[in-house]
């Protein structure tokens, strides 16, 4: 049988897709593309680059030989570092390499490409790494798209450590998100290998948008590509897995074709990659064997399900007042405490003011704004935990992000006036340097502020300089006009769908999430997925399981938190268990986790069900 075109779609493929009022059903031609080949040995492998556990362990990033012009080689190597520390609990107490987790050797070769969706403008990445011990007896696919924005990536801490020793490939994607950014003001866009180049030079750039006169600052792709790419994310983790089916054969062509008929496929993400497996998992044809879903962020329609756009607006609105209704040391920072409390009285009272909250003083503010977050549905646990989120302005920058995304707006367009630049201490803009430039694919997140990239918020104003962009944001949902219903029909674009009827899906969700909180997300999409009848969906609730491991480190969150990947680990191995025959389906659990106090991580503090 003839070896298929690298990124091949079919109509045929794409009438099993589905469609939403977003989604383009034409069919386009096929894309064959050479996949770009990279090798790891000999002092590099796929799961570390090389650093092990000690290196992914440094504070300080890996150097560049040449500051000016750093390697494919040395971006790749920073890319993993930074994804590792940007997921994993990687402190010398957190237990991760001795309790749970991997970061053996494990040598082998990359494969990477641009696939781009049909009616998409713009690709995403597509990267899969082989293992040279992968087991042709038992062929298998581990498929992560990236946690949050984050670039390929992202997903490595999540299923390499489970997948690549024991002899499984993992193919990755960006999901239409990444650290890809367009330098406006320089012209430079990033190639396939991770450096920059003009974006006038043709090849192989990842993100190369139009550009409108006088174009300055930041542009990058969650925002402005124009794709609604949340839209896609069942696609994107579907096409990344037919892409590994296609580099199989490559790799191995004595054994090929590679078919989903003959080669387990396996999906697991985290946050929007948890969110993306999902929406993988409701798409037609019998190609995916099994879906784990750790904290996934995930809009159902009923059963108490809100938007991530809905609560976190209104979170980035309330929660700072809130906050203070919560005695100090019931926060895991209290340290911190006596910093912010000045910002959150002043919300209290512009919120007051506003007609958002109620009370004579800021403590009345505070209980009413708390409450309000109560009555709401938000859960004890998820407004204490929302202390990063506000610490580290994460409601804002979601918000700014994902309303340019939902809308589908352009470089320039945002409907309330934010745009993303480099910033001078005083935060006003100015133009990226090129040792910024050369970093953001390898550091960044894949949504500013970050990496030397900040808002430019054009409605600031005292006396709550943030409050006016954040009514705006907010109204972009509860409002009314053309810019609302343009957010709103790009939300309603990412609802998710019941899962294939058979498929089974693992749900991993901490009770203390207060990025994702379960309550609005895993919860209402196991209610609506049982009452479709998919009776092969369970779901782990993990006590004192907060959204982000890597904090972890820090220890007044270490002290109260439970770490999540144990717990998808785990849950990769059950699912495998069931597929092999050798076990059934685990039932749904509430795991009694802790966090680990003022000493190490426990074997006993992680309970498995």
């Not at 979170?315 to 100090?328: E, F, N, T, Y």
């Not at 470089?411 to 006036?417: L, T």
């Amino acid at each position: 049988m003839p070896r298929l075109p690298i990124l091949l779609l079919s109509a045929a493929v794409l009438a099993a897709c589905g469609s939403t009022p977003e989604r383009s059903t034409a069919a386009s031609s096929a894309a064959a593309v050479e996949p770009r080949v990279t090798e790891h040995r000999d002092g590099d492998d796929l799961l570390t680059a090389g650093l092990g556990l000690d290196g992914l362990r440094a504070m300080a990033p890996p150097a560049w030989a040449d500051p000016a012009n750093p390697t494919p080689a040395e971006l790749r190597r920073r890319a993993i570092w930074s994804s590792w520390r940007g997921i994993a609990d990687l402190s010398p107490g957190g237990g991760y390499g001795s309790l749970y987790g991997s970061v053996q050797a494990v040598p082998g070769r990359e494969y990477s490409a641009l696939a781009r969706l049909p009616g998409a403008r713009h690709p995403h990445r597509v990267l899969v790494q082989v293992p040279d011990a992968f087991d042709l007896q038992r062929r298998c696919v581990v498929v992560a798209p990236a946690s949050g924005s984050r670039g390929v990536y992202g997903a490595i801490a999540v299923a390499a450590p489970w997948a690549l020793p024991r002899g499984c490939a993992v193919a990755y994607t960006d999901k239409g998100a990444g650290s890809d950014y367009v330098d406006l003001d320089a012209r430079t866009g990033v190639r396939l290998d991770g450096t920059t180049a003009p974006l006038d030079g043709g090849g192989d750039l990842a993100f190369a948008p139009e550009l409108p006169e006088g174009a300055t600052g930041v542009a990058f792709k969650h925002a402005h590509s124009g794709d609604n790419p949340e839209a896609d994310w069942g696609r994107h983790v579907k096409q990344a897995a037919e892409f590994a089916l296609d580099v199989l054969g490559r790799a191995f062509p004595h054994a090929a074709p590679f078919t989903f008929a003959d080669t387990r496929v396996i999906a697991v993400g985290i946050s929007n990659g948890g969110g993306a497996v999902l929406r993988a998992a409701e798409l037609e044809g019998d190609w995916l064997d099994a879906v784990v879903a750790g904290e996934p962020n995930v809009y159902v329609e009923g059963h108490g399900g809100r938007p991530l756009y809905d609560f976190a607006t209104e979170a980035a609105l309330l929660q700072p007042c809130a906050l203070l209704h919560v005695p100090a040391d019931e926060l895991p920072q209290p340290p911190l405490r006596a910093q912010v409390e000045p910002l959150w009285q002043a919300r209290c009272a512009s919120a007051a003011a506003a007609g958002l909250v109620e009370g004579a003083d800021t403590a009345a503010q505070a209980r009413s704004a708390y409450d309000r977050l109560r009555a709401n549905g938000w859960t004890d646990e998820a407004i204490r935990a929302g202390v990063p989120s506000v610490g580290f302005d994460l409601w804002r920058s979601v918000a700014v992000t994902y309303a340019s995304a939902y809308g589908r707006y352009g470089i320039g367009e945002h409907p309330c006036g934010f745009a993303f630049a480099a910033q001078n201490p005083d935060f006003t803009p100015r133009a990226a340097t090129a040792d910024e430039r050369n970093a953001w694919w390898a550091d960044a997140a894949g949504i500013p502020p970050g990496n030397g990239v900040g808002l430019v918020d054009s409605k600031v104003a005292p006396p709550d300089f943030t409050l006016p962009g954040l009514q705006c944001l907010r109204a972009l949902y509860d409002g009314q006009g053309a810019d609302a219903g343009r957010v709103r029909a790009g939300i309603a674009a990412t609802r998710a769908a019941a899962p294939r009827p058979g498929l089974p899906v693992l749900v991993v969700h901490g009770t203390d999430d207060g990025l994702i909180p379960p309550v609005f997300t895993s919860a209402p999409y196991v209610a609506m997925a049982r009452a479709a009848g998919r009776d092969q969906v369970r779901y782990w609730q993990v006590r004192s399981g907060e959204h982000f491991d890597a904090f972890l480190a820090f220890p007044a969150y270490g002290a109260r938190h439970a770490p999540m990947l144990p717990y998808v680990y785990a849950a990769l191995d059950r699912v495998e268990a069931y597929l092999d025959g050798r076990a059934p389906l685990p039932e749904d659990a509430l795991i009694p986790a802790s966090g680990r106090g003022l000493g190490a991580v426990e074997a006993a503090q992680l309970p498995m069900p």
